[in-house]
């Protein structure tokens, strides 16, 4: 069965720091591969998506992920964090038509 | 880009009522609509999958007459919460695609419900 496992639910980071979050996936074909991020009380925003080629995809709002497939691992990276990077962050894997969601990965993000 | 909006953001209603959510694709035809729960502090759970004209699929052990999704056009899905009770209190999040499926999911900005 698709899976999605996001080790760490909550990560804080300094303000101008670089940030990763991790992402591993259980899919037996090859994954379409989703990353959104979710502000308190609101919706979820796409940031970015893999499909196929080039396994490094790079997203809105400066943000950027590897898609490494002996490793089933989705990670999302950003250079340098903003305070209004601050919220969670979903990865999601496009199984049988649907998104199958990890639990959330919540960024705090310190001055 | 393509933009999904859903009304209302909150409602509060009275236990046994029943309430409305509407998910509309403004600018897309989505052929295919998701409804999603989610349980603050946690993770999207899909409920049921719509596809326009026809009866939506739920996942198991989603109550389907509790849970009434209508997907009666191309740009517009409902899903009525009838007979609500406190623990149906929740937010809940619809997503759309268009034809040809995965170039992206669209989710709207959530429904907070509050039953009282």
């Known amino acids: 069965a698709q899976s999605v496992t996001q080790p760490d639910i909550h990560i804080t980071v300094s303000e101008g720091a670089s940030l990763e979050l991790r992402c591993n996936y259980s899919y037996g074909a090859t994954p379409y591969l989703f990353w959104y991020v979710q502000s308190p009380g609101q919706g979820l925003q796409l940031l970015l998506k893999?499909?196929?080629?080039?396994?490094l995809v790079q997203g809105i709002k400066g943000f950027e992920a590897e898609f490494k497939r002996s490793q089933s691992s989705f990670n999302l990276r950003k250079p340098s964090v903003h305070w209004s990077d601050a919220a969670e962050y979903f990865c999601?894997?496009?199984?049988?038509?649907?998104?199958?969601f990890g639990k959330g990965t919540k960024l705090s993000v310190k001055p | 880009g393509a933009v999904v909006s859903q009304h209302p953001s909150w409602v509060i209603c009275k236990s046994g009522t029943s309430v409305k959510i509407e998910c509309r694709s403004l600018?897309?035809?989505?052929?295919?609509m998701f409804w999603y729960r989610q349980f603050p502090k946690q993770s999207l759970m899909l409920m049921a999958t719509?596809?326009?004209?026809?009866?939506?699929?739920?996942e198991q052990g989603v109550e389907k007459d509790k849970f009434l999704i209508n997907h009666a056009s191309l740009t517009l899905s409902t899903l009525t919460v009838t007979s609500a009770h406190p623990e149906d209190s929740s937010f809940y999040i619809c997503?759309?695609?268009?034809?040809?499926?995965?170039?992206?999911?669209?989710f709207g900005s959530g429904t907070r419900l509050t039953v009282v």
């Open positions: 893999y499909f196929s080629g080039d396994t």
């Open positions: 719509s596809n326009e004209g026809s009866k939506a699929t739920y």
């Open positions: 997503s759309a695609i268009a034809a040809g499926g995965l170039d992206g999911y669209t």
């Open positions: 999601a894997v496009s199984g049988q038509g649907n998104l199958i």
């Open positions: 600018d897309f035809q989505a052929t295919t």
